[in-house]
């Protein structure tokens, strides 16, 4: 038994929790995961303890600068909106950033209208990406490492998206900035909202989200640490996908989700920092998992949307 499917079959999943047009089904493990000693990437930040800037005084849009000060392993998270510098990005893949490394990091940009500094280093923000443009990002980021070993997205592909999901949602930037499009329709209320009826439970390691029923995505960790860490704002980008009411997800159960995960084959990358990459993908899934040694700090699998 591979260590993935040795990761998915000591899962298992809880009573589903409905809010609004979004359902939120809570996963466990069986049996604990060996100890994880990874510093979460916000808390880090909290703690000055990781920096994240532009390459280079000019920047690069697809790269940034991540400077671990701490004494441990710091992990960020696919998908992790970093706002301030010379314009807003998300991360392209999970990366584990060695204690006391500098690396640079593969990005997105999420705001195409400005390209002048707001600050010298990155914070991260109230939200993160959503599924559906994760989604999309992933595709795109695996099409890259097939034809040319790199975790670039297609950022055309990414900017259409978001202008799209601007107009669809009434949502106004001056900057076209992913940040002003969920600022702007998701509220503080509904943040709470969700932090009351979907907080995290103990033993929980991860979650599967479903949109009007259709599987819009999931995220499972390695240990209850990482999932009550990421927990709260990775339902917020689910929820701000629930309000688009124009997404059409795949009719697929948690059980029918599994099922294709296992049928797929995975192929496997060098990773951007720490340890390796798989990748893979079937009928209407595709996902990707952090392999350190025979560990997997974080799996997250996505809807393939048209």
């Known amino acids: 038994m591979t260590v993935l499917e040795s990761f998915i079959e000591n899962l298992y999943t809880g009573e589903p929790v409905q809010v609004g047009q979004l359902k939120v089904t809570p996963v466990f493990i069986r049996q604990e995961f060996a100890p994880l000693p990874l510093l979460e990437f916000e808390e880090a930040l909290g703690r000055g303890l990781v ?43 999970t990366i584990v950033v060695p204690a006391g490394a500098s690396v640079e990091i593969p990005v997105t940009c999420v705001e195409q209208g400005r390209w002048r500094y707001s600050s010298r280093n990155f914070s991260s923000s109230r939200g993160h990406s959503s599924s559906s443009l994760r989604s999309l990002k992933h595709r795109t980021v695996t099409d890259s490492l097939r034809s040319r ?4 997205s297609d950022q055309g592909s990414v900017w259409g998206d978001i202008r799209a999901k601007m107009s669809r949602m009434g949502s106004s930037s001056p900057t076209m900035s992913l940040t002003d499009v969920y600022e702007s329709s998701v509220s503080g209320e509904d943040e709470a909202r969700l932090a009351e009826q979907v907080g995290a439970r103990p033993g929980q390691v991860g979650y599967v989200a479903h949109v009007r029923e259709g599987f819009a995505g999931g995220d499972v960790f390695g240990s209850e640490e990482l999932c009550r860490a990421k927990l709260a704002k990775l339902l917020r980008g689910h929820y701000l996908d629930s309000l688009d009411a124009y997404l059409d997800f795949p009719q697929l159960t948690f059980e029918e ?33 952090k392999l350190l040694g025979d560990t997997i700090p974080h799996l997250a699998v996505f809807p393939k949307l048209n």
Request: with cysteine.
């Open 257 to 289: 989700v599994v099922v294709q995960v296992r049928r797929a084959r995975p192929e496997q990358f060098a990773a951007v920092g720490k340890g390796e990459e798989l990748r893979f993908e079937d009928i209407s899934v595709q996902g990707s998992c």
């Open 149 to 152: 070993g790199e975790y670039t």
């Open 51 to 93: 920096e994240v800037t532009e390459v280079s005084e000019g920047g690069s849009v697809p790269n940034l600068f991540v400077k671990n000060k701490a004494d441990r392993d710091v992990i960020i998270i696919d998908g992790e909106m970093l706002v301030g510098a010379k314009q807003n990005r998300v991360v392209n893949t």
